[in-house]
């Protein structure tokens, strides 16, 4: 079975779209209101989208989340997140009922800059609990850019990763759109962001004794991290800490996000199959055939496959990690028998 | 002969941060004051640093400029900066004028969050003009990681790049300490402003075309972006747009500031040996040995040496692409003979 652990409805249907730019236009107080998306509209996207892909690249489950640069907390207040976020999430919720063996859900939050945690646990836990998603993307920057959250190890976030524990649901570690003219959201802003977070966690490793079951996945390779695996490796053991295999990869793990074979090789040769679980993103932020490969961009397949990984491994890679930390996964697959 | 393109004075007498210290600390207005700092401190630090390393190394002469992490656009105002950066650069280049065979000099600009230009402009005239400098140092950030800065592509900056193509001196992009606690200055700050910044050349390479001689070192091997090269290559060519290669590699270096194997590898393997010059940033961020390898972790003459490059390649990475960048110091060079 083969797992993708990152995948955003990015193909939505333009009712969604419709939604949203209400919301952000309205001039009175946030309400709630209606997202007039059909089951059909729905089905059509998928089926000529995610659906056909996973078919055509042989792929079998996708972990499926909103759309990341859509979840746009920057805009509006709390209770703008929350409408949207509630929204969001539901139609996630529909795609995997309309698809229950092709998509599994994972929530966004319905963070805004400066706001507790309490909406984004309690929208947690609905999506969890009553639509059966089995983790959430966390964004380590609501403002859009301008980084004025206290980092992902700072006691601000601790209401939610309590929560996080005690329903045994990881975080997918991702910003959203940016609206600081100096990043490009999918060039610069969402690799920073990866490389911002990991960087965190080896700051204040201390999290993770905290709370010993926290597990974050760092997505589109770990952004910088595995490239420069020797500039974290040395700076942290300067601080006479144990290797990073041993301080944070039992919590942490990344993705195959990365879109080009050297890429990939790198991954594997740095980070050990335990704390890598198979993902394309797509259909995401890179489309198009590369022409000197002949095959998409994010056919991440593709460049794993021509790792030549062990059985043991394979299996590791794109399934039994994405089992382990997704427990709830494992036991919704367990219940069908798989 | 083998040039280390990216050095910086990181181990300065007392003398600098007592300076430093009484500048941000100080009550009226900046003044200039004077920096104490001994011929022989500088020298004893050098010679004890630098000079060790780079002949234990089997280097020859480094390009040298102030600590990047104590630029600190972000303290005081304008003339703060520049009371500061002509201090930070006189030092400079009196370590250039002790040991005139291994260091040659690359200035820090008097930057300041929300200042034009023309303090840097006339900061780099004069380093250039009477102190013999061969380039500068870029902030892309001077408000230390809140990127309130228009991209690197905006008109904002081009008072400063008229004068580089002017001199013929390039610049490496560099940003300073960052005051913001979601990033760590040498951990994510540092590679997050490389990334953001060839994202930036990227989105706008109408740059190149209204200064077709105008160059940039992108340090850290590039930040994340030849990890993720078939990203940009796939966001690239979704454009219109011909290669990365000969979009903007005419214009754009990497250095070898990526302190592992795998890591270089991948360097070499996605990037052409024409845009990848030789830098070690010693004395830098990462200090030690690495128990893997049982040298320094900083030591990535090592690592080129292993790819068992050609000669000519070896050339081109060690001294060619120097010598083409800095042109101002092909002419020092082959005034001295070499």
Known sequence: MII?????????????DTYRANQIGQLHAPSKGAM???DEEIRHSIETGQLKLQRERGTDLTIFSPRAAGMGHHFGNELTSRYWAEHSNDLISRVCKLFPDN???????????????????????????????????????PS???????????????????????????????V??????????????YLNGDTTAFTQFMQQPQLFKNFPTLRFIVPHGGGAIPYHWGRYRGMNLNLGRPELSELLMQNVSFDTCVYHQP?????FKVIGTDSIMFASEMIGAVRGIDPQTGFDFDDTKKYVD?????????????????????????????????
Chains 1, 2 share one sequence.
């Open 103 to 141: 998509f599994v859900g994972v929530c966004m939050l319905p963070q805004s800059p400066g706001a507790t945690m309490a909406g984004s646990v309690a929208e947690l836990e609905r999506c969890v609990n009553e639509l059966g998603f089995i983790g959430c993307n966390l964004n380590p920057d």
């Open 4 to 16: 993708d652990c990152h995948g955003h409805y990015t193909t939505y249907p333009a009712g969604v």
């Open 263 to 267: 890429g990939i090789d790198l991954l």
């Open 144 to 174: 859009g850019g301008y980084w004025q959250s206290p980092p992902l190890t700072d006691r601000y976030w601790y209401p939610l990763y309590e929560k996080m524990v005690e329903l045994d649901v990881p975080a997918m570690v991702h």
């Open 306 to 338: 021509a790792l030549g990984l062990s059985d043991a491994d394979q299996h590791k890679v794109f399934e039994g990690n994405a089992r382990r930390v997704f427990p709830r996964l494992d036991s919704l697959l367990k219940a069908r028998g798989k």
């Open 176 to 189: 959203s759109a940016t609206c600081n003219p100096a990043y490009h959201t999918t060039g610069s802003h």
């Open 36 to 38: 007039r998306v059909t």
